[in-house]
């Protein structure tokens, strides 16, 4: 099971970070990625860490902006996500296995119920 938590509500320019937490399992052993779904868009892959965090993959709309990463301990992956835009507005949800390949998450084993980021002012 996967559980985000922290969106919200955030300004132009303003940073949320985002947790994904796993439970039954070991986050480490798999790529965890980030993917989102705004109304009426298709769902888009925006990050993943690979298995045992040996590389990441960022869409090109997030790159330099946003940051994954996890910790072990704790069996979470995270999203910081800086400089947000309001074309970042959207469901986030986490998910695995993720690829740079399956960028609409179309092959996902297990994923989250979403947490909402809306950036407006």
């Known amino acids: 099971q996967l559980v985000e938590s922290g969106g919200g509500l955030v300004q132009p320019g303003g940073s949320l970070k985002l947790d994904c937490a796993a439970s039954g399992f070991t986050l480490d052993d798999y790529a965890v990625g980030w993917f989102r779904q705004a109304p009426g868009k298709e769902r888009e892959e925006v990050s993943c860490?690979?298995?045992?965090?040996?590389?990441?993959y960022y869409a090109d709309s997030v790159k330099g902006r946003f940051t994954i990463s996890s910790d072990v301990a704790k069996n979470t992956v995270f999203l910081q996500m800086d400089s947000l835009k309001p074309e970042d507005t959207a469901v986030y949800y986490c998910?695995?296995?993720?690829?740079?390949?399956?960028?609409?998450?179309?092959?996902?084993?297990?994923w989250g119920q979403g947490t909402l980021v809306n950036v407006s002012s």
């Open positions: 998910g695995a296995p993720c690829s740079d390949y399956d960028v609409r998450g179309n092959y996902l084993e297990v």
């Open positions: 860490i690979r298995t045992r965090r040996v590389g990441t």
